[in-house]
């Protein structure tokens, strides 16, 4: 049976935290598996336009533990430095009585009027196997406004669930402190609000975890019935995705089930209304997977699940940085998905058949589909990227194609360039072999 923890009975009120959604993409309802268009497309783009993922911003400030670089001093007077230094040192006690299981003692730090939330938290974060909780700050307190002796510092945590010693996740937390004397008192923990990644579940809700060998799972109580189920189709579908990694794999792969209120909030929410899952970057090298209970059928989970935690194997850390790789990144995902079923058995081949009869350009490079795009073209590109991934795997072997998607996705080399070391064909070729076989496939 695998291992389920269970957070103690807690009011609804402490977890229900209102966050600030990111803008919804528009897409059409479908019915199919629609569901990785938000896994890495959103990420492409924000870096294409110029904007800086989530990761990056955090490696920017502390290191992967959650240090501070060496040799930086904090910005601000030497009394806020001060200051600084003595609500880390509150949180570092906090977190002692965190990876203790001591849960007075993590209370101890904060005002009565926290300790409700922060009760949930604790039981979340101990359902999940907290095995590292290292807070730091590279910033100095704020004054709140019109509240004297309030302050807010902006802390980033390292954190580590089931494996000690792994290389940290980060996420942002906004603190909330009141001055007794010298004592600096914790107030609130706000939700990750300045961390572009978002809200994490355990920021936010109650939570029932399962944990087994490669996987953890982990739902609201409400649904906590389907949890030795999904454990058990998420250890088979790591033990997929586990081929697929480039570099070692996750030390554990981290699935999130949301229902409706959990979709909109975790992770800033505003997905698509089409999207069944996505995956999402949040440092250490690891990409935390979400499932939507809400568009997910039965027979869909299997596949779903190996499509993301192939993403979460494969993918860099700070996520890919150009569009024109989209096609190689879900085409690897999908070729994971279908599991060596035989082309023909590939249930978007009909959409392929629309997309390369209509008025796709034939480039591999520009396939991939607007965040507007129609169910069928949705469908489509993901079809074409399944079918390329798939011929050269057929012609050149699972390793070998995983060396190619290293060079171009993670060594951001050109494929002209990763085609002629890793496969030793000129890739203008390859890539027209690729259409040629996508074109015949579709029929």
Same mark, same amino acid.
């Given at each position: ?121 604790? &039981? /979340?974060? #101990? @359902?999940?196997?907290?095995? +590292?909780?290292? *807070?730091?700050?590279? %910033?100095?307190? =704020?004054?709140?406004? !019109? ?88 250890? &088979? /579908?790591? #033990? @997929?995705?586990?081929?697929? +990694?480039?570099? *070692?794999?996750?030390? %554990?792969?981290? =699935?999130?089930?949301? !229902? ?89 081949? /009909? ?93």
């Amino acid at each position: 049976m695998p291992d389920v923890a269970l957070p103690a009975p807690l009011t609804r009120a402490a977890a229900q935290v209102s966050v600030p959604a990111a803008p919804a993409p528009t897409g059409t309802a479908v019915k199919r598996r629609r569901w990785p268009l938000w896994t890495v497309l959103g990420l492409a783009l924000g870096l294409v336009a110029g904007a800086v993922p989530g990761v990056l911003l955090r490696q920017l400030a502390p290191d992967a533990a959650g240090r501070p670089a060496a040799g930086r001093e904090l910005p601000g007077t030497a009394a806020e430095r001060q200051l600084a230094a003595r609500m880390v040192a509150q949180l570092d006690r906090q977190g002692g009585a965190l990876l203790r299981g001591d849960r007075a003692g993590f209370l101890a730090v904060a005002e009565s009027s926290a300790r409700p939330a922060l009760t949930r938290r604790y &039981a /979340a974060l #101990r @359902a999940l196997r907290v095995t +590292a909780w290292r *807070p730091t700050t590279e %910033r100095v307190p =704020v004054a709140v406004d !019109g509240l004297p002796g309030q302050w807010r510092l902006t802390v980033t945590v390292g954190y580590c669930f089931v494996v000690p010693g792994c290389a940290p996740s980060t996420a942002e937390l906004g603190t909330r402190w009141r001055l007794v004397g010298e004592e600096p008192r914790l107030m609130a923990v706000e939700p990750s609000r300045t961390d572009p990644t978002g809200v994490r579940p355990w920021e936010v809700d109650d939570l029932a975890v399962a944990v087994g060998k490669r996987a953890l799972v982990a739902t609201t109580p409400a649904q906590r019935a389907k949890l030795p189920g999904l454990l058990a189709q998420a250890e &088979a /579908a790591a #033990r @997929a995705a586990d081929r697929y +990694a480039v570099g *070692p794999p996750p030390d %554990r792969y981290l =699935v999130y089930y949301a !229902g409706r209120a959990e979709w909109q909030r975790w992770y800033g929410g505003g997905r698509p209304k089409w999207t069944a899952g996505y995956a999402v970057g949040v440092g250490g090298g690891r990409h935390d997977v979400v499932l939507n209970a809400q568009s997910l059928a039965p027979a869909g989970v299997d596949d779903l699940l190996r499509h993301e935690l192939t993403h979460a194997a494969s993918l860099p850390d700070q996520g890919y940085a150009d569009h024109a790789d989209w096609w190689l990144v879900e085409g690897l995902a999908e070729y994971a998905g279908a599991d060596g079923q035989p082309v023909d058995r590939y249930e978007g081949l /009909a959409e392929v058949r629309r997309l390369v009869r209509g008025r796709w350009s034939g480039r591999l490079d520009a396939v991939a589909p607007a965040d507007d795009a129609t169910d069928d073209r949705v469908g489509g590109a993901y079809g074409v990227g399944y079918l390329a991934v798939r011929h050269l795997v057929d012609r050149y072997g699972e390793r070998r194609v995983l060396d190619f998607f290293r060079a171009v996705v993670h060594q951001r080399r050109s494929p002209d360039e990763a085609a002629d070391e890793v496969f030793g064909d000129p890739w203008p070729a390859l890539h027209d072999d690729c259409v040629a076989y996508v074109r015949a496939a579709a029929g």
